[in-house]
């Protein structure tokens, strides 16, 4: 006897045209390979007449409450995407005792305290694995598989369009702004290309994941966040021929009850697995107590992957009465028993501009030594003018030493142009 | 409340005792964390005198009725390896409604029938997570998370003592008998090493993930096998001039009704990303028709990664009532409507010796192109006396054709040294 399971939509756009698509698909071999009967009860649209759409007609509505006060529908799939209204439909889906699957990181991430209290006063399911990593199974093997291991570290590449513009301009030693237009151009990036661009979508996902990973709410503003848009192909060049590659990272480590989470440019040892994830690929990276390194690569966007990972968690959501995913004590605020710190310590590549004269290496090293910052590597390239061009690479140093340092540094003999972080994936 | 869960231990050697040094450092913090205080109730060894094990000497036994016949005993966890008496110690486990959780790919490829007769005939939960890939989840991403797609092609570094000896060959241009005798003498590799160098424990993964991912049985005697015991440096080295990285894969490909399963030496492009998966790391390749290309990379072997994975599990088994994994049609036998095919469609590299004179060349090619083989690439290579060192590399062809054309060749002329397939990642 097969199990009728009742859809309903909120959005209909390209991702949840995706899931009807592959519902279509793949209806006939699920219902006979797991006795579900998938059915699509009613879709909200904005407008109707407007739709475009391979759902048919009769079931679109533009109505919200055709979906969430229809008592046939047990699960609601959210793709409106943005924050409102789409938090506030999935509350009141999970208010009704309707499951809810959403791909919407920014949504979960802003109001996953009152998602969750309502998915638990009603018993309903909230599952998410489509918000961080598109297909990547992240969501599900850090809250299942690895839920008996202690999570330490986690990397990510979890924004495919910054990722594919860092590519092309490594490639092609282009302009950030030439290759955000090319894509743009190609529809790789938005119109307005913020929320890629400047870290946004990465804070949030890093907000999800680490909160799951660390077993405490991180909320997304404790993320320190520092967008691609100051990349340089100087930068990246200089990094190559260090042996580095540049990539924008979604950073969570955490170390006894010290929590970091940060998003920002980071340069990889050109050895490291993230290193050669490239294009709109995503990847998470992490290490734990037990399982030690790993790493999880996929398409981290595009209609049909993310449509794949939706409609997993409806089979899981339809199959399981309610596999309560682990949770944490307190999802209104970061966990008071945490401390989220903004003083890390890690490697920077400091590249700046400095007066070619003797004695001005010296003074320069002086500034970073009387800060406990020593220094691993420098690098004097060319002159442009009467400046050289000069590239260090510290030890670890606290984020703090090194801003106080490049403050204290005398404008009269040294401009820094750019300074980024440097990890290797260890402690 | 905390829900208290009492664990029995078939076997206490590594694995089992990291499990149990896992428990023993997570006790606390899964119990504050999940409300689940997970209890170690007995544990079977071959002999109490002779156990050297921090499980405490009083849950200690001998007699594996104490572990499967104890009412207390829930969850069954399976540590002993090997066929038997493994395969009827957790049938019986099952058949008594307890849940059995295991790492035994072995016992679990060649007795699947009557595990999953024995679950399903009391509802009890039967888990593997760690029988493939160690701590990688490839077995909930492909029944959980994947459930919706439709995989068509897994390619996987699943056997950690041949990818370690085939990195340092390639490394270090090294013999594969010295570098199996180091990695002997390193306690890498075992005594007897036919289960790894031989392709056998591959074998059993692909088994057990190609079943899964194909939604039907793939019985061990359908999968090709071939191992790594015949490499040389010179194929390693010719492969690596010519583009190619040499890897012992696992291999699962669907083509609508059509399986090709095959375990042997591969030569992958080194922008693969498998090709850069190098010593005892595991990796799995999956592509599928929604979500694409996707890696999953991790610790493939080693008492903590394994008991991260079967910890993950008993934590899933204990809190999920019974999540039914998606089954097969007929667990007993390869699902006749499924053709296995040993005519599989490839590319390949030929190394000969052949005699160095005008019109040889000529000659070995009418033979491959009699039945429509067509060269890729061809390479000679210095001589050895009168012999010149000849590589071909086809285009795609048949497996049957190419047998033929090799058997066909003029010994007076052309002998085959090596013939190593070669995969791209596409169909």
């Given at each position: 006897m097969a199990k009728v399971v009742h859809l309903g939509f909120l959005g209909c756009g390209n991702i949840g045209g995706g899931v009807w698509k592959l519902l279509d698909a793949m209806h006939d071999e699920i219902l006979q390979r797991d006795g579900l009967d998938i059915r699509v009860e009613r879709a909200l649209v904005k407008s109707i007449p407007e739709a475009r759409t391979d759902v048919p007609a009769e079931i679109l509505t533009e109505s919200a409450a055709d979906v969430l006060e229809?008592?046939?529908?047990?699960i609601v799939c959210e793709f409106m995407g943005g924050e409102q209204p789409a938090a506030s439909f999935m509350e009141r889906a999970l208010r009704a005792g309707k499951t809810v699957v959403t791909a919407n990181k920014m949504a979960l991430a802003l109001h996953w305290h009152e998602l969750q209290a309502a998915a638990d006063q009603t018993g309903a399911g909230l599952y998410y694995?489509?918000?961080?990593?598109?297909?990547?199974p992240i969501i599900r093997s850090l809250t299942v598989s690895l839920e008996a291991d202690r999570i330490h570290r986690i990397m990510g590449i979890v924004n495919g369009t910054t990722n594919y513009i860092l590519t092309r301009m490594a490639r092609e030693g282009a302009s950030y702004a030439d290759v955000l237009a090319d894509a743009q151009r190609l529809g790789l990036a938005e119109p307005n290309p913020a929320a890629d661009v400047e870290g946004f979508d990465a804070a949030y996902k890093l907000s999800i994941l680490s909160s799951i990973a660390f077993h405490s709410r991180v909320t997304v503003d404790r993320i320190y966040r520092e967008g691609i848009t100051g990349v340089t192909p100087e930068d990246i060049a200089f990094g190559r021929e260090m042996g580095y590659t540049l990539k924008l990272l979604a950073i969570g480590k955490r170390s006894g009850n010290t929590v970091e989470v940060r998003v920002h440019p980071t340069f990889l040892p050109d050895?490291?697995?993230?290193?050669?994830?490239?294009?709109s690929l995503n990847a998470i990276f992490l290490h734990g107590d037990f399982c030690k390194d790993m790493m999880l690569q996929g398409r981290g966007a595009g209609d049909m992957p993310t449509a794949s990972a939706i409609c997993g968690d409806i089979l899981f959501a339809a199959r399981a009465v309610r596999h309560t995913v682990p949770s944490f004590r307190n999802t209104a605020e970061t966990d008071p028993a945490l401390t989220v710190t903004d003083d890390w310590s890690t490697r920077y590549f400091i590249r700046m501009k400095v007066t070619d004269a003797p004695g001005v290496l010296a003074r320069i090293a002086d500034v970073f030594g009387q800060r406990d910052i020593s220094l691993a590597a420098v690098m004097q390239k060319g002159s442009e003018g009467e400046k050289a061009r000069l590239v260090l690479i510290t030890h670890k140093a606290r984020e703090r030493a090194v801003r106080e340092a490049i403050a204290a540094l005398d404008p009269a003999i040294a401009q820094v142009v750019s300074c980024i972080r440097v990890e290797n994936g260890e402690a």
């Open positions: 229809d008592p046939a529908v047990e694995e489509a918000s961080v990593g598109g297909v990547i050895s490291h697995p993230l290193a050669r994830v490239d294009g």
